[in-house]
């Protein structure tokens, strides 16, 4: 049996291991290394790469749309906090903003981030604080009505404090959800990250009480050591609470 530089044997097919390591640099803290040895090795990376998304993420809306399927052609869709855009370029595909698909109703896809966003063919990119004053009236007016998704993959600043950290993307998940209140269509559709860990008991109920139906997903792309998962409530039922 064939044996590489190293000493490792190898079958007689010639197979390698294609692992990329990461050695770790003067100044670059272990985890730093780590994560980025993941990245070089996560197969949704390389996937977003060769499919020309922006992230790994948006095959997290890829795989809820294709089991919920709410981005039809048509939709008016409203993606928070959505830099770098991933999401955003999944959707104008699906809803047809583009107006590809002949035949097939065409959609809006709006994007909306506190900071600038690089354009993307399709979508309508606006620098906006969702929580400031009058936010849901000036998206209603860019979309010249209101939205029939609103869906969100935003996360707060990580402190490095676990609790704190869930406790604070728990907080900005029940905002986006009081936003959706506001902008939705009845029998809309609000798509939201969370975090596992014991906090999210008042968004399931405030969830349960306006949508027919309340789903929550780990999709295959999110990674197994992550605590996150999605919400997704369909059927809004229009009369958001006072």
């Not at 770790?24 to 070089?40: C, E, P, V």
């Given at each position: 049996?064939?044996?590489?530089?190293?000493?490792?044997?190898?079958?007689?097919?010639?197979?390698?291991?294609?692992?990329?390591?990461?050695?770790?640099?003067?100044?670059?803290?272990?985890?730093?290394?780590?994560?980025?040895?993941?990245?070089?090795?996560?197969?949704?990376?390389?996937?977003?790469?060769?499919?020309?998304?922006?992230?790994?993420?948006?095959?997290?809306?890829?795989e809820l749309d294709e089991k919920y399927r709410f981005l039809v052609p048509g939709a008016r869709v409203v993606d928070l906090g959505c830099?770098?855009?991933?999401?955003?370029?999944?959707?104008?595909?699906?809803?047809?903003?583009?107006?590809?698909?002949?035949?097939?109703?065409?959609?809006?896809?709006?994007?909306?981030?506190?900071?600038?966003?690089?354009?993307?063919?399709?979508?309508?990119?606006?620098?906006?604080?969702?929580?400031?004053?009058?936010?849901?009236?000036?998206?209603?007016?860019?979309?010249?009505?209101?939205?029939?998704?609103?869906?969100?993959?935003?996360?707060?600043?990580?402190?490095?404090?676990?609790?704190?950290?869930?406790?604070?993307?728990?907080?900005?998940?029940?905002?986006?959800?009081w936003f959706a209140f506001d902008v939705l269509e009845p029998g809309g559709t609000f798509v939201a990250k969370v975090l596992a860990g014991?906090?999210?008991?008042?968004?399931?109920?405030l969830l349960k009480q306006n949508f027919t139906k309340v789903a929550n997903v780990k999709p295959p792309s999110s990674r197994s050591d992550?605590?996150?998962?999605?919400?997704?409530?369909?059927?809004?039922?229009?009369?958001?609470?006072?």
């Open positions: 049996m064939a044996k590489t530089p190293s000493g490792k044997n190898t079958s007689g097919r010639g197979q390698r291991d294609l692992t990329v390591k990461v050695k770790t640099a003067r100044g670059r803290k272990l985890s730093s290394t780590r994560w980025l040895q993941r990245q070089l090795n996560d197969p949704y990376v390389k996937r977003a790469q060769a499919e020309g998304y922006r992230g790994r993420a948006a095959f997290k809306i890829l830099a770098p855009g991933g999401w955003c370029q999944v959707a104008v595909k699906r809803v047809n903003a583009l107006g590809e698909k002949s035949g097939k109703a065409v959609g809006r896809v709006l994007g909306i981030d506190l900071q600038e966003v690089e354009p993307i063919a399709g979508a309508e990119l606006h620098v906006l604080d969702f929580l400031d004053e009058g936010a849901d009236d000036r998206v209603k007016g860019w979309l010249d009505g209101k939205a029939d998704v609103v869906m969100s993959d935003m996360a707060a600043s990580s402190s490095g404090h676990k609790q704190t950290d869930h406790l604070r993307i728990m907080t900005l998940c029940e905002a986006a959800a014991g906090a999210e008991g008042e968004l399931q109920k992550s605590s996150e998962k999605f919400v997704v409530a369909t059927g809004f039922r229009g009369t958001p609470p006072e």
